[in-house]
C-alpha cells in the first residue's frame, strides 16, 4: 500500500524539478511512512511512499519492468491478493516476491487487458517511455484514490491525494462550487469531480491514456452490472451482442465458500492482518470467517461511543469473546470529535455531510499504535446484499402505491434506532417520505435522503445558489444524464442498487470513512465483499434473498451468520454506524476555533454560505434545539466546508506542504541509469 504521485511534460526536454517530486512525497507520506523512491528523468517525475505489506525488505517503487534502460515504470498503490497464482502463470524469475512486480509483468505481457484477471483493490500508473504514454487506472469500485490535473503546458499531474498536486507547485488548490453542492446532494463529489477546480478524480473501474500532450482515452474498464445474463456472459467470455445462455441463480450453499475465500485472500500480507468489528453483521461476519483461516491470534478493534444511543460494545464484546479474538476498543466522546474533526477534513479533502469518519480515524491511529497495518472490514455487504433502510424504503414506497395503509404501519416501525417517536411518526414525515419523487424518476429510491440532505443548500448565499444554477450546475440532473444505459431495465431495488454503489460507497463510504482516514495513519483497509465475484453472486441471488418479503434485510448473510455468530449478533436488526454531530461543538468544552470559523467575518470570507442564515442555526446550536438529524447535517456540512476552505484555499495554505527530509530508497533515472539508496 502506497501513495503515488507524477509530473509528465508534453516537451521532453523539460525537466521536472526534483524539489517538486519531494513536496509531493512529503504530502503523502502518511500513506507510505517506510519510504520513498523517484524516477525523474525526460520530462517525467514519478514518485511512490511506501508502506511495506507485501515483500517488506524488497518491493520498492517506482519498478522497472523487464529489460532495464528504456523498459516501462510503474507506481502502483494498493494490492492484487491472487498475485501468487498470477505469478505461478507468468512463470521466469522474479526480482521480488511483491505484487508489484506481478502487475507490471502482466502489464508489459497482455497490456490494458490484464486489468480483468486482477482480484484487488488499486490505483496505479505506468508509463511506457517509447511512445511516450501515461496511462492511469482505478479499482473496480473505487476503493484506492486517483486524481489528475492538466497542466498548462499540455502535460499532466497525477497524485492519490490531491495535496500532493498542490504540493508540486503546479496546481493551485480552488473550490469548485459544482463539486461542494454534489457533497450537499450525494454525500460526496462524484467522479470525475473533486472538490477542487481544475482536479478530477479517475471514476472507480476508470482508465486515462495520456499521449504526448494529449489525453487520447478516458473510459471505464469495469463498471457495476445488474442484468444477470449479461454478467454471466462476460464472465464466460461471450462477445457483446452474442447469445448467452440464461445466468442461473446462485447457488444456496455458494456464498459460504466464495465469501471465506474473498477473507483468505486479504489476510495475505507479509505483516499481521487485524479486523475491525463494529458488533453488527458484516464485519462480525468477516471477523469470524477470519478467525478461521487465520494462522495467529486474530485481533479486532471497535470503537465506543460515551453516548449510549450510538455505542455497540456490548455486541462487539459479545462476538469478539465468542471467536476468541484479541480484542481492543478505543472509546470516542464528543470531545474527541471536536479534537480530531479538523485532521479528517484534511484528509478527506472534500467537505463532510457527518462526524462519522472522526472515529474511524482515531480508531486507525488505534490499530497502528498495537502494531496492525492491514484491516479487514465489512464495507460494501449493505450496498450488494440490500441491508440499509433505504432498500426497504424504496420497497415500501413502491408498495404505498397498492396498498398505502399498509406501507404507512410498516413505515412507523421501520426506524427502531431513531429517538423520539415525533422523528419518525406523523402526517407530516409520511408526506416527506411517500411524496419524495415519482416512481417514474430514475432516482426515486434517493429523492427520501437526496431531500434531507439538500436542508445545507439551504444555506448557500443567494450569489452561490444563483452561479451553480445558471452553470447548469443541477447535480441530480448530471447524475441521471450519467446512467448507464441498461439502467431502466433493472428492477427498482437493483436501481437503488446501483445508486448507493455509485454515489455513496465510493465517493463516501470508501473515500472520507474509509480510505482518507485509515491511510492518514498508514493502515491499509481491505474489503472482502468488494470481491468481485461476491459483487457477481450478489447480483444473481433472487431479491426475495437479499431483501425478505417482511423486510429483513441481507436474508442471505443473515443464514450464514446464523452458522457462525451469537444468535444475538446475527439476528439484530441493522443500526447505521452514526457519531454526534451538534454535542462535540457546543456546550461546555466546545473548542474555541469553532466559533471563530462560524462567525460572520470567516463565513463572508469563504463566501458560501448565509451569516444571516447560519445564525438561526447556531442559535438552535446553542440552546440546545438542534437535534434532528437534518440540523446536525447542516451543522457538519457548513463547519466542515469552513475547515476545508481554510486548510486548502486560505491564507498560508501553499505553505503547507513540507519536503521529503529523507533521501529515497530507489530513485531511478527515467532515461536509463539506476541508484538504489
Known amino acids: 500500500m502506497c501513495g503515488i504521485a507524477g509530473i509528465v511534460r508534453a516537451d521532453p526536454a523539460a525537466p521536472v524539478a526534483e524539489d517538486a517530486l519531494r513536496r509531493m512525497a512529503g504530502a503523502l507520506r502518511h500513506r507510505g511512512p517506510d ?169 472507480p473501474g476508470g482508465l486515462l491514456v495520456w499521449e504526448r500532450g494529449e489525453i487520447v482515452a478516458r473510459r471505464t474498464w469495469w463498471e457495476p452490472e445488474y442484468d444477470a445474463q449479461a454478467l454471466a456472459a462476460r464472465a464466460a467470455g461471450v462477445p457483446p451482442g452474442a447469445i448467452a445462455s440464461p445466468a442461473p441463480a446462485a447457488a444456496a450453499d455458494e456464498l459460504p465458500e466464495l465469501l471465506a475465500d474473498a477473507v483468505r485472500l486479504r489476510l495475505r500480507a507479509d505483516v499481521p492482518v487485524g479486523t475491525y468489528l463494529s458488533g453488527g453483521l458484516d464485519s462480525s461476519l468477516i471477523a469470524a470467517l477470519a478467525q478461521q483461516a487465520s494462522d495467529h491470534e486474530l485481533r479486532t478493534f471497535s470503537v465506543a461511543f460515551h453516548d449510549a444511543r450510538y455505542d455497540e460494545r456490548a455486541y462487539q464484546q459479545q462476538v469478539a469473546q465468542a471467536l476468541g479474538t484479541r480484542h481492543h476498543v478505543v472509546e470516542v466522546g464528543a470531545r474527541e470529535i471536536a479534537d480530531g474533526f479538523r485532521e479528517a477534513v484534511a484528509h478527506a479533502e472534500a467537505p463532510l455531510i457527518r462526524t462519522a469518519p472522526v472515529p474511524l480515524m482515531l480508531l486507525a491511529r488505534a490499530t497502528r499504535e498495537h502494531g496492525i497495518t492491514v484491516v479487514a472490514t465489512g464495507e460494501g455487504a449493505d450496498e450488494l446484499y440490500w441491508g440499509y433502510d433505504l432498500f426497504k424504503e424504496t420497497a415500501l414506497r413502491e408498495l404505498h402505491r397498492r396498498e398505502p395503509a399498509r406501507a404507512e404501519a410498516l413505515l412507523d416501525v421501520l426506524y427502531p434506532y431513531l429517538g423520539a417517536p415525533a422523528e419518525r411518526r406523523g402526517p407530516a414525515w409520511r408526506r416527506f417520505f411517500f411524496e419524495a419523487g415519482p416512481p417514474s424518476d430514475p432516482l426515486f429510491s434517493h429523492q427520501p435522503r437526496i431531500r434531507a440532505t439538500g436542508v445545507v443548500r439551504a444555506f448557500y448565499r443567494r450569489e452561490v445558489a444563483d452561479a451553480l444554477s445558471s452553470n447548469g450546475g443541477d447535480p441530480l440532473a448530471r447524475l441521471r444524464a450519467s446512467l448507464p444505459e441498461g439502467f431502466a431495465r433493472w428492477s427498482a431495488l437493483e436501481r437503488a442498487a446501483y445508486l448507493e454503489l455509485t454515489t455513496l460507497l465510493a465517493p463516501n463510504l470508501l473515500a472520507a470513512q474509509g480510505d482518507r482516514v485509515a491511510m492518514a495513519h498508514g493502515v491499509e483497509g481491505r474489503f472482502p465483499f468488494l470481491d468481485h465475484r461476491v459483487f457477481a453472486h450478489s447480483v444473481r441471488l433472487p431479491p426475495e434473498r437479499k431483501l425478505a418479503p417482511d423486510l429483513t434485510e441481507k436474508a442471505e448473510l443473515r443464514a450464514l451468520a446464523a452458522r457462525l455468530l451469537p444468535h444475538e449478533v446475527a439476528a439484530r436488526p441493522k443500526q447505521p454506524y452514526r457519531a454526534p454531530e451538534v454535542a462535540p461543538f457546543f456546550g461546555p468544552g466546545a473548542p474555541a476555533w469553532v466559533q471563530e470559523r462560524l462567525e460572520a467575518r470567516a463565513l463572508d470570507g469563504v463566501g458560501i454560505f448565509d451569516p444571516a442564515r447560519v445564525e438561526g442555526l447556531l442559535r438552535r446550536c446553542h440552546a440546545g434545539k438542534a437535534s434532528g438529524l437534518r440540523e446536525g447535517m447542516a451543522l457538519v456540512g457548513i463547519l466542515s466546508t469552513q475547515v476545508w476552505h481554510e486548510r486548502f484555499c486560505g491564507a498560508g495554505a501553499a505553505s503547507g506542504w513540507p519536503p521529503e527530509r529523507d533521501e529515497p530508497r530507489v530513485l531511478l533515472d527515467a532515461d536509463g541509469g539506476t541508484s538504489d539508496q
Open 35 to 203: 519510504g520513498w523512491g523517484y524516477a525523474r528523468g525526460g520530462g517525467l517525475g514519478l514518485v511512490s511512499t511506501r508502506l511495506a505489506i507485501f515483500d517488506v525488505p524488497g518491493g520498492w517503487q517506482p519498478m522497472r519492468g523487464v529489460g532495464g534502460t528504456g523498459q516501462t515504470l510503474l507506481v502502483y498503490n494498493g494490492e492484487v491478493y491472487n498475485h501468487p497464482e498470477l505469478r505461478c502463470e507468468l512463470g521466469g524469475t522474479f526480482a521480488t516476491t511483491s505484487d508489484t512486480e506481478v502487475v507490471h509483468r502482466l502489464l508489459e505481457r497482455e497490456g490494458l487487458h490484464a486489468l480483468e484477471r486482477l482480484n484487488g483493490q488499486f490505483a496505479l500508473a505506468w508509463w511506457e517511455p517509447a511512445a511516450r504514454r501515461l496511462t492511469l487506472v482505478r479499482d473496480r469500485f473505487g476503493v484506492r484514490p486517483l486524481h489528475w490535473a492538466a497542466l498548462p503546458d499540455g502535460g499532466i499531474a497525477f497524485a492519490s491525494e490531491a495535496s500532493a498536486l498542490f504540493a508540486s507547485g503546479e496546481v493551485v488548490a480552488a473550490p469548485d462550487l459544482a463539486g461542494i453542492d454534489e457533497v450537499f446532494t450525494t454525500w460526496g463529489p462524484r467522479a470525475p469531480r473533486s472538490a477542487f477546480a481544475g482536479v478530477a478524480q479517475l471514476p
